[in-house]
């Protein structure tokens, strides 16, 4: 309930406002740390640059810092992307769902999760989303998001390249994406625990 579509685009600007945010941009929200994939996602957003010419979405950094953040931080600046790629630290809770909605996809390359909400939450605000083919992110995201290998900086920045340019397929995965969340509730997650504990009394 606490991430949908947000129809009302001033709500979003006013979250773009506070974090300094203008135009549009990928979106990465979780921790920083080395398991996300952050620095090779750095790395391929500098590989999409070359071939997409200058006026292109920035690349949204959001979250907490986890352990062994430095080099993340240190990637950017080696890249020479300090204008492009940005740090936002900690997001407010009220403040998660407009920028989700905001972002023209919510990228999320990472090595290991153990379920993997945030793509899921990025799915019920209808914005698509890119995610790695590691551990559970598959499962949670189906066909409704575009794919890459976790491990390969050209895999992720062709998926950046596809979803900055073809509008077609970023609405599509909006649409497929948030139809999808939909089966991940409390409700339908109690009524299959339900039906198994049913099976195991038999």
């Known amino acids: 309930k606490r991430f949908y579509p947000i129809e009302d685009k001033s709500k979003i600007d006013v979250v773009k406002q506070k974090l300094g945010i203008e135009g549009d941009y990928f979106l990465y929200l979780g921790t920083i740390e080395p398991r996300k994939n952050l620095e090779r996602l750095i790395e391929a957003y500098a590989e999409f640059r070359k071939g997409a010419g200058t006026d292109i979405p920035k690349l949204v950094l959001a979250g907490g810092k986890g352990w062994l953040f430095e080099s993340i931080f240190q990637k950017a600046d080696e890249l020479g992307l300090k204008d492009n790629v940005m740090f936002t630290q900690y997001i407010a809770s009220e403040d998660m769902c407009p920028l989700m909605n905001g972002a023209l996809a919510f990228v999320f390359p990472s090595i290991y999760e153990g379920f ?5 939450e990025a799915m019920a605000c209808g914005t698509p ?15 409704c998001a575009v794919s890459v290998d976790a491990y390969s900086i050209k895999s992720i920045a062709d998926g950046l390249g596809m979803l900055y340019s073809d509008k077609s397929l970023r609405s599509d995965l909006s649409d497929r994406g948030f139809e999808r969340s939909k089966e ?3 409700s339908n997650a109690g009524k299959k625990l339900y039906s198994i504990y049913e099976e195991v009394l038999k």
């Open 116 to 120: 993997g909400m945030p793509p899921l």
């Open 129 to 143: 989303v890119l995610t790695s083919t590691e551990a559970s992110l598959p499962e949670v995201v189906g066909d």
């Open 184 to 186: 991940f509730t409390w």
